[in-house]
């Protein structure tokens, strides 16, 4: 067998993108709130006054917060070891600056975790998924701002103390190198310049934006620093979107192309989350764009007393590189690249790449020695519901077996793999488009993107595949 006896087979989700409830039991508004929907050719809008008459999808979501027993009980069926999830910062804290905690919230959480745990399903928590308080927006331009770093810091210790002896596994920031590119403004540094009103078109000021993710950094050290006090058996990781990067052909000029984007996109935030400081290599990239980052004089000390346990990441596809611009672009989670000739594209024109995850696997294993979990994966698809019920996604089985069985070589090739949670093991919310269309689940949700369905559940084909493969340790794929 290659994958370990205990390894940690599950799925994954965020508070934004399921709970619904948005104003329910004192939850605050996040940015994700203020987010209108959208679809692959039409972008989301911002709105920070809210519309009436305007579709929020967040706002009711798949309503996970009302149907969390039906839907944990359904992942405990497929066997799920763990369960990825987020906490909803606003419902702890609905403006990020209370002094006490919202008790509802906490409660909540309290709920989501004890049913894991009465079906031996471990929970993985990520602090921060792409839901800042919006009021940290209005008040500070989101974590651009140094005093936000204080305020996660509360919220961090509120979490650690609450849940301590019932959770293990933690993660600081979904994504943080999402904060590299524009895209990253508004849901993952909760910055909002002025004039932006489109999610894919954000006015974008790249030193704030650096800066921001500086505080972030400094943020995740100390939470990794704090939850080692607080309960030593708790491991945080780091949690990454890895856009692997092909050069496009051997052309040296592609070559340094390709790398130049490795170590932007995919490197610099794990190099600085994983070995606590800023790589060499970004100090040109600082200098030529008129970069400077104001550090504190504690920073480096912070950084370098915080590092991980363990680095996760989603995979989803990849693209290449190269120095000729006019070859075809192609769409992708968060950072798309040029068109490679060998891959196929999803319907959201992501390309398709499961070698690519050994590859990635290996990459990363090489560079940083401790263990590593897929926390995303999976295959954003339109999946049709059939007369009698049913839903044949032999597409999405196809998707996941062909990634599970390149895990399988990377674990044989030596990686130290802890598990694999796909995203959106149940259909959610679309974080780019904010559609309900773009289903990535095991389990099929009856909501759609004109905000009607009853939101009654259904297995799809898939639901059963994956309950084998879990069966089996990953042993029959068929
Ligand atoms: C990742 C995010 O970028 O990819 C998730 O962490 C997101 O929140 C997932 O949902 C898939 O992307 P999308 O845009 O298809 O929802």
């Known amino acids: 067998m290659a994958f370990r006896k205990n390894f940690l087979w599950g799925g994954a989700v965020a508070a934004n993108q399921c709970e619904g409830a948005w104003n329910v039991d004192g939850k605050g508004v996040s940015v994700s709130d203020i987010c209108t929907g959208g679809s692959y050719s039409v972008s989301k809008r911002i709105t920070p006054v809210l519309e009436e008459g305007t579709f929020y999808p967040s706002h009711e979501a798949i309503d996970f917060y009302h149907h969390y027993k039906e839907d944990i009980a359904m992942f405990a069926q497929m066997g799920f070891k763990v369960f990825r999830f987020s906490i909803a910062w606003t419902r702890i804290f609905p403006t990020g600056e209370e002094t006490c905690p919202n008790e509802a919230g906490l409660e909540f959480y309290d709920k989501i975790i004890d049913e894991c745990r009465k079906y031996g399903i471990e929970p993985l928590i990520t602090i921060s998924h792409y839901e800042p308080p919006f009021a940290l927006t209005q008040k500070y331009n989101g974590w651009s701002d140094r005093r936000v770093i204080a305020l996660f810091l509360r919220y961090c210790e509120t979490i650690f103390r609450r849940y301590k002896g019932k959770v293990t596994y933690w993660l600081t920031f979904n994504e943080i190198n999402v904060g590299i590119?524009?895209?990253?403004?508004?849901?993952?540094?909760?910055?909002?310049?002025?004039?932006?009103?489109?999610?894919?078109?954000?006015?974008?000021?790249?030193?704030?934006?650096?800066?921001?993710l500086h505080h972030q950094f400094i943020a995740s050290a100390k939470a990794v620093k704090l939850a080692h006090e607080i309960d030593p058996s708790y491991q945080v990781g780091c949690m990454q979107a890895f856009g692997t990067t092909y050069p496009l052909t051997c052309n040296p000029d592609d070559i340094l192309r390709c790398q130049e984007f490795n170590h932007r996109q995919n490197w610099f935030c794990s190099d600085v989350q994983v070995r606590g400081k800023y790589p060499n290599y970004m100090k040109r990239y600082f200098e030529e764009q008129g970069i400077r980052i104001m550090m504190e004089e504690e920073d480096e000390e912070v950084l370098k007393e915080g590092c991980v346990d363990f680095y996760t990441f989603s995979y989803y596809m990849s693209s290449c590189a190269t120095s000729d611009e006019a070859r075809r672009k192609v769409e992708g989670n968060i950072f798309g690249g040029v068109a490679n000739p060998y891959l196929k594209t999803s319907d959201w024109g992501w390309q398709i790449d499961p070698k690519g995850l050994r590859y990635t696997l290996n990459e990363i294993y090489d560079r940083y020695q401790i263990p590593l979990m897929v926390v995303e994966n999976g295959l954003g698809a339109y999946d049709k519901l059939?007369?009698?019920?049913?839903?044949?996604?032999?597409?999405r089985i196809e998707y996941l077996r062909q990634h599970i069985e390149q895990m399988y070589e990377a674990v044989l090739d030596g990686?130290?793999?802890?598990?694999?949670?796909?995203?959106?093991?149940?259909?959610?919310?679309?974080?780019?488009?904010?559609?309900?269309?773009?289903?990535?689940?095991?389990?099929?949700?009856?909501k759609y993107d004109d905000g009607s369905g009853d939101l009654s559940r259904k297995k799809k084909k898939s639901f059963d595949w994956y309950r084998k493969v879990i069966e089996t340790n990953g042993e029959d794929l068929s």
Do not use: H
């Open 415 to 446: 990686v130290d793999l802890m598990g694999y949670t796909p995203w959106g093991c149940i259909d959610l919310v679309s974080a780019s488009t904010g559609e309900m269309a773009k289903r990535y689940g095991f389990i099929y949700v009856e």
């Open 181 to 212: 590119s524009p895209m990253g403004n508004l849901f993952s540094l909760g910055i909002l310049n002025e004039g932006t009103s489109d999610f894919s078109n954000q006015k974008d000021d790249p030193k704030l934006r650096f800066q921001a």
């Open 386 to 395: 059939e007369e009698d019920g049913s839903i044949q996604d032999d597409y």
